[in-house]
T-cell receptor
Framework: GDSVTQMEGPVTLSEEAFLTINCTYT??????LFWYVQYPGEGLQLLLK?????DKGSNKGFEATYRKETTSFHLEKGSVQVSDSAVYFCALSDLQGGSEKLVFGKGTKLTVNP | GAGVSQTPSNKVTEKGKYVELRCDPISGHTALYWYRQSLGQGPEFLIY????????DSGLPNDRFFAVRPEGSVSTLKIQRTERGDSAVYLCASSSPTGNYGYTFGSGTRLTVV
């Protein structure tokens, strides 16, 4: 079945450092890809998405490009802030039978220190 | 309401007891999803409703788990004969009729079985 593998954390960075969180996927079809973020004490929020190969999703300074050839969707940000501290989840959806159910990775906890 | 509301936010129950978890989706959202998030893991799909019917219940782990959505709005996840392994955060999400992965997640119910 479909699956998502993302780099294990925790990841600790200093403010203004460059961030990469790796994500690779396995899917039988042509999935849409997502990054969700969970801030401390809050619910899951969609950060960005890409629905087809070579699409780039971006939001709040974060970017990820859908790479079909490497089955990857790595999350990047050029300069992290303390407020980016959260758990980040990579996910895919393969739209089967009209269901937009998501398959998530295990999550990567990011801590940004001032 | 403005967001997806889940009640209770926390539930502690004894092994073997029956529990009900409630989800109140965003008004007008016809699609509703339940996920389960165990400690240190990403959310795992349980069941998807389109309107009143369960369109995909392939994620329910066994027949102790059941969910209903009788009027196409509020949904209740029911767990019979709870086990310690059922301890997790149960997440609900809803999306608009146009889909396009416009999920909104609730804050979840943390279930602890002692």
């Amino acid at each position: 079945g479909d699956s998502v593998t993302q780099m294990e954390g925790p990841v600790t960075l200093s403010e203004e450092a460059f961030l990469t969180i790796n994500c690779t996927y396995t899917a039988t079809g042509y999935p849409s890809l997502f990054w969700y973020v969970q801030y401390p004490g809050e619910g899951l929020q969609l950060l960005l998405k890409a629905t087809k190969a070579d699409d780039k999703g971006s939001n709040k300074g974060f970017e990820a490009t859908y790479r079909k050839e490497t089955t990857s969707f790595h999350l990047e940000k050029g300069s992290v802030q303390v407020s980016d501290s959260a758990v980040y989840f990579c996910a895919l959806s393969d739209l089967q039978g009209g269901s937009e159910k998501l398959v998530f990775g295990k999550g990567t906890k990011l801590t940004v220190n001032p | 309401g403005a967001g997806v509301s889940q009640t209770p936010s926390n539930k502690v129950t004894e092994k073997g007891k029956y529990v009900e978890l409630r989800c109140d989706p965003i008004s007008g959202h016809t699609a509703l999803y339940w996920y389960r998030q165990s400690l240190g893991q990403g959310p795992e799909f349980l069941i998807y409703f389109q309107g009143t019917g369960a369109a995909d219940d392939s994620g329910l782990p066994n027949d102790r788990f059941f969910a209903v959505r009788p009027e196409g709005s509020v949904s209740t996840l029911k767990i019979q004969r709870t086990e310690r392994g059922d301890s997790a955060v149960y997440l609900c999400a809803s999306s608009s009729p146009t889909g396009n992965y416009g999920y909104t997640f609730g804050s979840g119910t943390r279930l602890t079985v002692v």
